[in-house]
């Protein structure tokens, strides 16, 4: 009978990072398909063109870093960075832009920092700013939402993507473009005289929305991350946009409910920040980790230059998570209030 | 009803209790032969009083406690000393200790004890005496000396004293089957410590998995002042920290013990050990072992001696040891693996787990950290794990105390979440015996730059003072110089050489001086003198030295005087 020495505890949990790691794909299913039925197959394309490179770049660092393939590449991250920026980005995007962001967010943002876990910054966020900041013109193209316009079929998303030059797509501004240019019109007038608005917020948007809520809520039932960050981001926006709203005048930013179901509001409360890597640690950091972004998308989105701001409010914060870190410490055990109730 | 506090974090790992929980409690006989290990309980080692080939009678004291906290060790059973050694014992550094073995002669014959007829007519003092002298140490687990742990802190009142029954470890049922089959000698020992301590308030706490163990008490306390408490089953509200939160809703400052809020935690076993101890006058010389997981036929509860070996204790359960991959006392979250299984069951042995590899498999390679807050949220300390994990790695000792580092309890639940399987806790213990050693050290250095400042300060001083000497010479000196330029009063000095000069010239001169007398007269004076000493000290008895040394100055002062003669004469011829 040879005994194993081990330490204690001998029992385990049946969490494992590459289950975590499915499950947020598999969170991202609803939103993905809302997206493609509103503007067809292009969000699916750079899905998977984005998967495909960042597999291939994230093993050619594995293999230079000397580490091994399998072992890494089975806690999926790789894949949930990729499909990620792949939704983050504009369908139709043309190949060698979205290779360029996941080269930035793969390599760049994550293996140079030491592969997962180390990276300070989201990865996806950062493929995305990288490709913002270069390449202006082809990250502020969207499609206009089925309805509006002709959605491209398959074919045609590929020719986009990888004949990017015999493609001859139709852009169309975002209802968060339309509302930061919006000059003296009130809010109602220039809902009824903008064919892009919906219901609440921009045709399309609105379900996009709903849906990577959905699929959000499902990961929270499923206690992959907690709440707080999320609720806290979502939050901080509807009361930055109503505090804002100015009565629905020409100067409003725009109703709570149209900053929370547009652009990436969502998908950022639900797919980003709960990036746990990057984010604040603590139950009261993450809750002003998520306030903080809340409440930097509404600048950039307002006052700022940019089509969406979730990006740069991430990459922000992570920059501030640390410092958040450090003063939101849990009162632990036996501490402070000594003998009064815990 | 009490109304119960919740604590922060906890998991809910697979109970797998029942396994064991099919038969009552089996007596598990007398081995051939017993390994006692001189240190079953936290503190100082017990001291053997006994000798190679001694005959020993169940009961008899064979080990006596080596410190203030120490525990004494008994004969579990009748039999010969047949070795003091080293040998394996269940300890988490799998180091052999020293052991007295028995070889058990099977007879069983107890050695005379005696209990007290009333426990109620006996001082605090004199009971603790008695507790001190059973050789109980805590059956929970961690093997505290009972009688330090009940002594406290003197002029400390003690408001509540808690029974701890909560057993939250998967498997180990050893303290259940004790609260359903021996509800009623728990309840006397409570009534025992309820005399020594004089609380205002007794809680029995226990998981509410346990329903038969809480009918029993319920029923075997109805009519005293002990109330049995149950909250809702959660790993692990056993600790004692977190079970002084669940009952009082208070929490143990940090560093600090229960007694620094007045509350005293015992475990059920240590109670029932108390009364036979008190009651019965029978040391600590067996408890319940539950023996379980699925490399054992039959996972059961046995009442087994001290010393018993494990090997003969899973033979009884029907060990398969072809599917058992490691051994482990205690549960599967803080028991620690041993070597082998000649390792003897000690006092602290609540549960030996065989498990397969199946059932407990080994921990697959750690992943990164993707600090996902899991461990956090699990932690009864409300610590960061992921973040300690992190300043573990890089050694940051500051951090990881200012992180609280020292307030983890290495309960496991952290690395029982970790979806990377990360072995935490092991990261924490290694952290702290570092952080312990540093400490040592430092507190090593401190002492030798204090020995080395302080004789710094002493080689100053003294010769600090020499200087003053010289100043005060030069000081002195100068003054002379000053009354002799003042033509005042006469160098005192100067004068004692004039003198002397001037007796010289007389000496020359064949005059001797009037007041001087030869030397030999003075050394014969000085001889009657030192003769007439010691014969003083012979008469009187002195000590031998004095008379020794006197002796030698006789002796030398007779040598002196005859070389004076004998120049004399020389001189005198010439």
């Not at chain 1, 990017?164 to 007038?189: S, Y």
């Not at chain 1, 972004?293 to 307002?302: F, Q």
């Not at chain 2, 002796?555 to 070389?563: I, M, N, P, S, W």
Request: hydrophobic share 45%; charged share 15%.
């Amino acid at each position: 009978m040879a005994l194993m020495r081990v330490s204690s505890p001998h029992a385990h949990g049946s969490y494992s990072t590459g289950m975590v790691m499915r499950q947020v794909l598999l969170a991202t299913v609803p939103g993905v398909f809302v997206l493609t039925l509103f503007f067809g197959f292009g969000t699916l394309v750079n899905v998977a063109w984005a998967c495909l490179v960042g597999i291939a770049l994230e093993s050619l660092a594995l293999f230079l870093r000397g580490r091994s393939l399998t072992f890494y590449l089975k806690d999926c991250s790789a894949l949930v960075t990729c499909v990620l920026l792949g939704i983050a980005l504009p369908p139709y995007a043309p190949w060698w832009l979205i290779a360029v962001g996941v080269a930035a967010a793969v390599l760049m943002a994550k293996q140079l920092y030491g592969g997962l876990g180390y990276n300070p910054f989201n990865p996806a966020m950062v493929g995305y700013v990288v490709l913002l900041i270069s390449f202006p013109v082809q990250m502020t193209a969207w499609a206009p939402p089925r309805g509006l316009a002709d959605v491209p079929n398959l074919w045609e998303a590929l020719q986009a993507c990888f004949l990017p030059a015999q493609f001859d797509g139709v852009t169309m501004a975002t209802p968060l473009d339309i509302l930061r240019q919006n000059q003296g019109l009130l809010m109602e007038d220039l809902w009824a005289q903008t064919p892009q608005f919906g219901r609440w917020a921009g045709i399309g948007w609105e379900w996009v929305n709903l849906a990577f809520l959905a699929g959000g809520l499902w990961l929270l039932y499923r206690r992959i991350f907690t709440w707080h960050a999320p609720v806290a981001m979502l939050g901080s926006l509807a009361l930055m946009s109503a505090l804002f709203y100015a009565g629905g005048s020409s100067s409003s930013g725009g109703s709570p409910l149209f900053h929370l179901l547009s652009g990436a509001t969502m998908f950022g409360a639900f797919f980003i920040i709960t990036d746990p890597v990057s984010s604040a640690v603590s139950v009261r950091g993450r809750l002003v980790f998520g306030a903080l972004i809340g409440v930097l998308v509404y600048l950039i989105r307002v006052w700022g230059n940019y089509p969406d701001a979730v990006a740069f409010a991430v990459l922000i914060a992570n920059f501030a998570a640390p410092f958040i870190d450090h003063y939101t410490q849990p009162r632990v055990y036996g501490h402070g209030k000594s003998g009064g109730t815990g | 009803m009490r109304r119960v506090h919740d604590f922060h974090g906890g998991i809910h790992p697979a109970e797998n209790k029942h396994q064991s929980l099919q038969q009552p409690i089996r007596s598990a006989g007398i081995p051939p032969q017993l390994i006692l290990p001189l240190s079953q309980h936290i503190g100082a080692p017990a001291r053997a009083v006994v000798a190679v080939g001694e005959r020993v009678l169940k009961g008899q004291l064979i080990a006596e406690p080596g410190g203030h906290v120490s525990v004494p060790l008994h004969a579990p059973t009748s039999g010969v000393v047949s070795a003091i050694e080293d040998r394996p014992i269940p300890h988490p550094s799998g180091f052999p200790a020293p052991c007295i073995v028995i070889d058990s002669d099977q007879e069983d014959r107890w050695a005379p004890v005696q209990g007290v007829a009333n426990y109620l007519d006996c001082e605090a003092t004199e009971l603790l005496e008695l507790i001190r002298a059973a050789g109980i140490a805590g059956m929970g687990g961690a093997g505290f000396p009972t009688a330090v742990k009940l002594a406290g802190k003197p002029g400390r009142a003690v408001k509540t004293l808690i029974i701890n029954g909560t057993e939250c470890e998967p498997y180990i049922t050893a303290d259940d089957s004790l609260m359903r089959e021996r509800a009623t000698d728990i309840v006397e020992g409570i009534a025992i410590l309820q005399h020594i301590l004089q609380p205002e308030d007794i809680l029995l706490g226990l998981e509410d998995n346990k329903p038969e163990a809480i009918a029993a008490l319920r029923a075997a306390t109805t009519g005293r002042a002990i109330e049995v408490v149950t909250f809702p089953t959660k790993y692990p509200s056993g600790g004692e920290k977190q079970l002084i939160e669940i009952l009082t809703g208070q929490q143990v400052p940090s560093g600090g013990l229960p007694g620094d809020i007045g509350i005293v935690c015992q475990n059920v076993g240590t109670a029932v050990a108390v009364r036979d101890a008190i009651c019965h006058g029978r040391p600590l010389l067996s408890r319940i072992t539950t023996v379980t997981g699925d490399a054992v036929e039959a996972p059961q509860n046995f009442e087994v001696l001290l010393g018993t070996p494990m090997q003969y204790l899973l033979e009884l359960a029907g060990l398969h040891p072809e599917r058992c991959e490691r051994l482990v006392m205690g549960g599967p979250m803080m028991g620690f693996t041993v070597t082998t299984a000649q390792a003897p069951v000690v006092k602290t042995t609540n549960c030996i787990l065989a498990p397969t590899a199946a059932e407990l498999p080994p921990p697959p390679p750690a992943q990164p950290c993707i600090r996902c807050g899991l461990c956090a949220e699990a932690c009864p300390a409300s610590l960061l794990p992921q973040q300690l994990f992190w300043f573990a790695q890089g050694k940051e000792f500051e951090k990881l105390e200012q992180h609280n580092l020292f307030d983890c309890i290495e309960c496991g639940a952290c690395s029982w979440v970790c979806p990377s399987h990360i072995p935490l806790v092991q990261y924490y213990r290694a952290s702290k015996a570092d952080i312990l050693e540093q400490r040592r050290e430092h507190t090593k250095s401190e002492q030798a730059r204090q020995r080395f400042e302080a004789r710094q300060a002493r080689l100053a001083q003294e010769e600090e003072e020499r200087e003053a000497k010289r100043a005060a010479r030069k000081a002195a000196a100068e003054k002379r110089a000053e009354l002799a330029a003042q033509g005042g009063a006469e160098d005192p000095i100067q004068a004692a050489i004039e003198r002397a000069k001037a007796k010289k010239a007389a000496q020359q001169d064949g005059q001797p001086v009037a007041a001087s007398v030869s030397p030999e007269a003075a050394l014969r004076q000085k001889l009657a003198k030192a003769e007439q000493r010691l014969a003083q000290s012979l008469a009187s008895g002195e000590d031998a030295k004095i008379v020794s040394a006197l002796q030698a100055s006789v002796e030398r002062l007779k040598g002196k005087l005859a070389e004076a003669e004998s120049a004399e004469t020389a001189s005198g011829a010439t």
